[in-house]
């Protein structure tokens, strides 16, 4: 059993920065992936980054490529998600997740693994 807590989230202005975090407890192994997700209000969850826990490159969505950037502090077990320069179209509940098996957590297709229960990010104008 995985459990997540995001936290950082909050009401900015166009151009702000914020940074979330992601404390994960349980067993967290080496072959786990984790990333970050959104959801807009209407819309669909979407990918947003992921990276191994144990390392190697990061992913990105088209839309925050340059922008945002996914980090882990293996020894607090924590993820973060730095996001700079953010947009209008950037609002939406942000979720962190850990792949515990199944297709790459970025793939688009099937994966198991546990949810954090959100943190809203508005930014606004």
């Known amino acids: 059993q995985v459990k997540l807590v995001e936290s950082g989230g909050g009401s900015v202005q166009a151009g702000d920065s914020l940074r979330l975090s992601c404390a994960a407890s349980?067993?967290?192994?080496?072959?786990?992936?984790m990333g970050w997700f959104r959801q807009a209000p209407g819309k669909e969850r979407e990918f947003v980054a992921t990276?191994?826990?144990?390392?190697?490159?990061?992913n990105y969505a088209d839309p925050v490529k340059g922008r945002f950037t996914i980090s882990r502090d293996d020894a607090e077990n924590t993820l973060y998600l730095q996001m700079n320069s953010l947009k209008l179209e950037d609002t939406a509940v942000y979720y962190c997740?850990?792949?515990?098996?199944?297709?790459?957590?970025?793939?688009?297709?099937?994966?198991?693994?546990?949810w954090g229960q959100g943190t809203q990010v508005t930014v606004s104008s």
């Open positions: 997740a850990v792949r515990t098996s199944g297709y790459p957590i970025d793939s688009g297709r099937p994966w198991n693994g546990f």
């Open positions: 349980g067993r967290i192994f080496s072959s786990y992936g």
């Open positions: 990276i191994a826990w144990s390392g190697g490159s990061p």
